[in-house]
């Protein structure tokens, strides 16, 4: 099997911010869903599939209480994020060049994290990568933590899939009807944003 497994690495990932994936932004999905966030005076915090980089490396930034680690398989995403990281001095962010399936299969020493975040990554990996993902969610998502997926508009079957994939580990985690405790939202671009309580 190719390293990509289906990811097509011929052009760089976008370099932006999502703000949809801050601790604040997902608490308040959490709130007014009536679920108690956890606490962001300290946390833990993992971003799967980071591509450029630039929201774990804000996140580190702007939330210095938080112990952050981001993990993308692509060699030169993580290259051109460490150079930030050591350039802007944020010892609370960890960066690390691993798949999914070394992440989930507990190959990496990883803390239980408060809050697991990515950006479009179910939308458009296969259904072997996205088990792999629900596994990780699984094994290192703290009870009460926080998970989010935004997934993107142009791959509708794929979308509902992995957004019903994150819902059955809601219900899963919590022993309860797969609705409950899931917050979802469409902002003005098309795009869903969902936000889950384990």
């Given at each position: 099997?190719?390293?990509?497994?289906?990811?097509?690495?011929?052009?760089?990932?976008?370099?932006?911010y999502?703000?949809?994936?801050?601790?604040?932004?997902?608490n308040?999905?959490?709130?007014?869903?009536?679920?108690?966030?956890?606490?962001i005076?300290?946390?833990t915090?993992?971003?799967?599939?980071?591509?450029?980089?630039?929201?774990?490396?804000?996140?580190?930034?702007?939330?210095?209480?938080?112990?952050?680690?981001?993990?993308?398989?692509?060699?030169?995403?993580?290259?051109?994020?460490?150079?930030?990281?050591?350039?802007?001095?944020?010892?609370?962010l960890?960066?690390l060049?691993n798949?999914?399936?070394?992440?989930?299969?507990?190959?990496v020493?990883?803390?239980?994290f408060?809050?697991i975040?990515?950006?479009?990554?179910?939308?458009?990996?296969?259904?072997?990568?996205?088990?792999?993902?629900v596994?990780?969610?699984?094994?290192?998502l703290?009870?009460?933590?926080?998970?989010?997926?935004?997934?993107?508009?142009?791959?509708?079957?794929?979308s509902?899939?992995?957004?019903?994939?994150?819902?059955?580990?809601?219900?899963?985690?919590?022993g309860?009807?797969?609705?409950?405790?899931?917050?979802?939202c469409?902002?003005a671009?098309?795009?869903?944003?969902v936000?889950?309580?384990?």
């Amino acid at each position: 099997m190719n390293w990509t497994a289906g990811y097509n690495t011929s052009v760089a990932y976008a370099n932006s911010y999502h703000h949809e994936q801050s601790p604040t932004f997902l608490n308040a999905c959490l709130v007014m869903q009536r679920v108690s966030p956890p606490s962001i005076d300290k946390f833990t915090y993992c971003e799967l599939g980071f591509g450029q980089g630039l929201t774990a490396l804000i996140l580190a930034a702007t939330h210095p209480n938080g112990d952050f680690y981001a993990c993308d398989f692509n060699p030169l995403h993580v290259l051109a994020a460490v150079s930030v990281r050591d350039e802007a001095r944020l010892p609370n962010l960890t960066l690390l060049e691993n798949d999914f399936g070394e992440l989930a299969q507990g190959k990496v020493e990883l803390p239980q994290f408060d809050y697991i975040t990515m950006h479009g990554i179910l939308s458009w990996i296969s259904d072997e990568t996205r088990a792999q993902i629900v596994q990780f969610l699984r094994r290192y998502l703290k009870p009460g933590g926080g998970r989010s997926g935004r997934l993107q508009r142009d791959d509708r079957l794929r979308s509902s899939n992995a957004a019903s994939t994150l819902a059955d580990v809601g219900g899963q985690t919590r022993g309860r009807d797969v609705d409950e405790g899931v917050g979802a939202c469409q902002d003005a671009s098309g795009y869903r944003r969902v936000a889950f309580s384990a």
